[in-house]
């Protein structure tokens, strides 16, 4: 079984920085990919970023230049920086772990950005 936990969530004035993580544990030999996904209230869920194990990353347009995804191979922890904040950044941020071809996710860590 695998479990992601998720951790670094906060409210924050715009333009505010935050910094989240989200550690894999449990029955894993090794991590294909991980990523993020948000979820603002009243929206549906969107994909926000992702790293592969050979470090490649993808980002939603929106962030692009903002935030930061790392991944740790070692620990199985990936990372979100995420600087220049907006309130239209504010929601649930979800972890996703790809493993053996299955996704796993994590219980979500709120984001709050006010103007």
Not at 62 to 78: E, H, L, P, Q, Y
Request: charged share 20%.
């Amino acid at each position: 079984q695998v479990q992601l936990v998720e951790s670094g969530g906060d409210s924050v004035q715009d333009g505010g920085s935050l910094r989240l993580s989200c550690t894999a544990s449990g029955n894993i030999l090794n991590v294909d990919s991980m990523g993020w996904h948000r979820q603002a209230s009243g929206r549906e869920r969107e994909w926000v970023a992702s790293v592969s194990h050979d470090g490649s990353t993808n980002y939603l347009g929106s962030v692009r230049g903002r935030f930061a995804i790392s991944m740790d191979n070692t620990k199985r922890t990936a990372f979100l920086e995420m600087n220049g904040l907006k309130p239209g950044d504010s929601g649930v941020y979800y972890c996703v772990s790809y493993i053996q071809e299955r996704a796993y996710w994590g219980q979500g860590t709120q984001v709050t950005v006010s103007s």
